[in-house]
Nanobody
Framework: QVQLVESGGGLVQPGGSLRLSCAGP????????MGWYRQTPGKQRELVAR???????TYSDSVKGRFTISRDTAKNTVYLQMNTLKPEDTAVYYC???????????WGQGTQVTVSS
């Protein structure tokens, strides 16, 4: 079992910024694709951003240009920098790790992000 630990969520005003972090075991960060998903009550979990083991990022259209995903293999950590936050970004954000060829996947416990004035 792979344990992923998220941090950095909280309450922020519209237009503000937050940075989420996800730390995990050293052995996965160099070869696993990492991603951030979010979920609100009554809705399916949706992909926000992901980054390949080689460092190539992709984003959902709703966050493109506002969010940046990055990974620091030396620190075994993946980040999600969220700028220009909107109330509709409010959700529980989950870190995800996927093994090569999608043979295994792991989730963090989630961190709440609330965007409200």
């Amino acid at each position: 079992q792979v344990q992923l630990v998220e941090s950095g969520g909280g309450l922020v005003q519209p237009g503000g910024s937050l940075r989420l972090s996800c730390a995990g075991p050293r052995n996965i960060f160099s070869i696993y694709a990492m991603g951030w998903y979010r979920q609100t009550p009554g809705k399916q979990r949706e992909l926000v951003a992901r980054i390949t083991s080689g460092g190539s990022p992709t984003y959902s259209d709703s966050v493109k240009g506002r969010f940046t995903i990055s990974r620091d293999t030396a620190k075994n950590t993946v980040y999600l920098q969220m700028n220009t936050l909107k109330p509709e970004d409010t959700a529980v954000y989950y870190c995800n790790a996927v093994a090569p060829l999608g043979t295994r996947a792991f989730w963090g416990q989630g961190t709440q992000v609330t965007v409200s004035s």
